[in-house]
């Protein structure tokens, strides 16, 4: 496969949990997101109730590409920053170490240049964790050991269950 | 790419539909949305232009159960057919678990489905990946037309390598949770055989 399956353990999601609710409150941010390239939702913050957090990962995901795509017709590598304004609520969207995505959805009680600061500072601890869940994953995959597979004992049967 | 998620105890997986303009992927979403329970799905989400064409592309995330715990999710999307969106196809293969090719039955749309179906190699070969190592199923749409290739001629061009293929009425839904499970399986053996 081109690249590596995403495996995200415990300690490292409590680590990312952790700079997300700092960056929500220091952003003063409504809710925060973080998605991979290919749409799936990794983790969240502040009150996403009333969002389809599913359904904004995705498309977050099919905007980056688009805008990735945009970018390399015009010889640029990635445009690293989208920024959405609305009536009420405003959507700052940055690129990770080129792998996940920050969406930061804030209204009239933050600012751009607030959530600009903020997400830059907590960029550079993402990008950290998420350099050594890759390193992690290749060490575990070199050595042929991954904890507690769940897919080792995955029957015909089991699947044959999901489709009842 | 699937993503394993050990904290939330998931596992997401991305199957995409692709096959030439108005085949009927869009309707095998459509069909899947319709017939799944409320509790199992989410939005049907449509980038579609005001002549319901698929513009950009058409999202359903499917929870269908758990297996050992984790719950298992199906992303599925699918791309834009027509010709002239390829930089917007290639965009949506990236980190595919994988791959249904819908394919028009009609006579006259057979060099539709192999230019197709080259457009899906060369796209995959641009991210890495080889169609002949990814989950891959093929389904034969609208058999319930008057003038259909025989099964025999669309396999021998369509899929010389003799993958599971499945006959499709994806209208009335007449195999499109065949091609859905069969797909889903071989992604999960996949995961099966790298972890």
Known sequence: ?164 | MSFINYSSREINCKIVYYGPGLCGKTTNLQYIYRKTNPDQKGKLISLATETERTLFFDFLPLALGDIRGFRVRFHLYTVPGQVFYAASRKLILKGVDGVVFVADSQIERMEANIESLEDLKINLAEQGYELEKLPFTVQHNKRDLPNVAPLEEMNSILNPNGIPFFEAVAMTGRGVFETLKNVAKQVLLELKKHY
């Not at chain 1, 809710?31 to 109730?49: C, E, M, R, W």
């Not at chain 1, 995505?101 to 600012?111: A, E, G, N």
């Open chain 1, 1 to 164: 496969m081109a690249e590596f399956d995403l495996v995200m353990y415990e300690e490292e999601f409590t680590r990312i949990d952790e700079e997300l609710q700092k960056l929500h409150q220091q952003a003063n941010a409504k809710v925060l997101f973080l998605v991979d390239k290919n749409g799936q939702l990794i983790a969240s913050a502040g009150d996403t109730h009333n969002i389809d957090t599913t359904a904004l990962a995705s498309l977050t995901a099919g905007n980056i590409a688009a805008t990735g795509g945009i970018a390399r017709l015009l010889g640029e590598r990635e445009f690293t920053i989208l920024f959405h304004e609305g009536e009420k609520d405003n959507i700052h969207i940055s690129l990770i170490g080129q792998r996940v995505i920050l969406v930061v959805i804030f209204d009239q009680r933050s600012s751009l240049g607030l959530v600009r600061l903020r997400v830059k500072k907590a960029s550079e601890a993402l990008t950290r964790i998420f350099d050594e869940i890759s390193s992690k994953a290749e060490k575990e995959k070199a050595e042929g050991r991954l904890e507690e597979s769940p897919f080792a004992e995955i029957s015909d049967e089991d699947i044959d269950n999901l489709f009842r």
